[in-house]
């Protein structure tokens, strides 16, 4: 078994759990508001604010043998620059206060999520860092594009308050293959051990922030 078929089986349960969270059984039925989905978003710009930060730092910490992947990193940064600004323009065209989030402090569990994160990076493995990456592109995969398909249509926004949803659904399965390649190079069982626990963890931080999307909110 490669290494990613074995992360994703390790994983499944955790990710079961995540897709079952009622915001987002909600939010695929098209019974969200425009206060949930600008909820929503908050969430997004106050981890993904951090990514390219991160990616900085795993780079930064991986051992010289490790330096295919670092180059990899490099290239994820590139990929990465300018996001959450996306995040900051659909917060506007759906009616929010883009500045006050920018300028606001991230809920609790997406701070501790973010914390975690560095901690991954600073003190433990930085390879495990790459749980978080399986994490989030893993569920953009499955879910970003038929969400902001079905919001567009029951929450009747602009296409341009769906760009990073939009965006992400499609950008990821490329990325997802990149993923899935550089994660099989992977052969020290100490990097692939940090990945699988990291990942686990991810799953359920991530299913908190998402679960603390309120479940109901302003029209």
């Not at 019974?31 to 949930?36: A, D, E, L, S, Y």
Request: charged share 20%; aromatic share 10%.
């Amino acid at each position: 078994m490669e290494f990613f078929d074995q992360l994703v089986h390790t994983s499944a349960g955790a990710r079961a759990r995540l897709l079952e969270a009622p915001i987002i059984v909600d939010a695929l039925a098209g019974k969200v508001n425009r206060g949930q989905y600008r909820a929503f978003l908050e969430r997004a710009y106050h981890h993904v604010r951090h990514t390219v930060p991160l990616l900085m730092a795993c780079g930064a910490r991986l051992p010289p043998r490790l330096e295919w992947l670092r180059e990899a990193v490099a290239h994820y940064i590139e990929e990465e620059l300018g996001h959450q600004e996306w995040i900051l323009n659909d917060i506007a065209a759906a009616g929010g206060d883009a500045a006050a989030v920018r300028d606001g402090t991230p809920n609790f569990e997406t701070e501790v999520m973010v914390a975690y994160a560095y901690d991954v990076v600073q003190r433990g493995n930085p390879v495990g860092f790459f749980g978080m990456v399986y994490v989030l592109e893993g569920t953009s995969v499955a879910l970003a594009t038929e969400v902001a398909q079905t919001l567009q249509n029951c929450l009747d926004l602009p296409p341009r308050a769906f760009s990073y949803l939009s965006s992400h659904g499609s950008l990821d399965v490329s990325h997802m293959g990149h993923f899935r390649d550089l994660i099989n190079r992977l052969d020290d069982p100490a990097d692939r051990d940090a990945l699988i626990h990291a990942a686990g963890r991810f799953f359920r931080l991530y299913g908190d922030v998402i679960r603390s999307v309120p479940a109901g909110g302003v029209a």
